[in-house]
């Protein structure tokens, strides 16, 4: 990090101290709430599932954006999870899950753990550092704050940025609401869409994604988000799309052209392993 930081230095003249701000969500908290790494709950969640013999994935602890369901009792996190992003009690959003309510029991007593274990060793995870932050107010002490990828906060996040733009006298929202990806965090492209703006600036002009594969994605997204997707023009070249019926074929295809390049890009690191498993 450091050296890419320099790397920027000599070619920008922007300093290390000056980038001190170019930061995720999460870690702007970190450093505005004073809150030491060794603190963080990804430090130490071995200790937690030792002691009451949990099976939780490294990746669900290590990134809040993945809910790979990989280990047993991974669902039991995501589900409390859920609820502290989407600001609901738990409980409430158990009763509106048929899958969640058969194991209501095991989430209480999970949390129940999780929560008393942090409190005793003085723990925080991604989520303690956001709630936190909101509830003391602590916001960035600059002129111009600029947030992308809004599309993907959840209303969690979104209540404290939300917090920072009555501070910050310049604010910049800048995101997409067809790339709304993290359902299971509560995003909704609606949070984007209804957050108050004194001017909405529109991008409709791609430069990069082929017209047929303009047509195809938006096609995809109003039929999975269930409202109109966000309309954007292709980039005047035809493009085409394949259907093929698993990532098995696609690797196969690969397997069998290896004189050519090719990208493989996945959601999270957990289905790029499959990939990578697969070659």
Known sequence: RRRRLRAYDNGKGASEKELRYFRTQHSMNLMLLRVKPDKLVVSHIEEFTKLYRYRLSKQTVDDFTSRSSKEVDDQLLAAYDRSRNLQVDWSDLVLKDRHLRLHRAAI????????????????LDFLDLLVKGFNESVSPPVELAVIDEFQDSSPLMASQIALWAERIPNVIIAGDPNQALYEFMGTNPKIFRNFHASETVMLTQSHRVPDNNVKLALRIINKNKGEEAF??????????TVEVPSLAHVIEGIRTNKDKSFLLMARDNYNLGLGRDFL
């Open 108 to 123: 209480a007593t999970f949390i129940h753990r999780y929560e008393e274990w942090k409190q005793k060793n003085g723990y």
């Open 231 to 240: 309309h954007f023009n292709g980039n005047g070249t035809k493009g085409s």
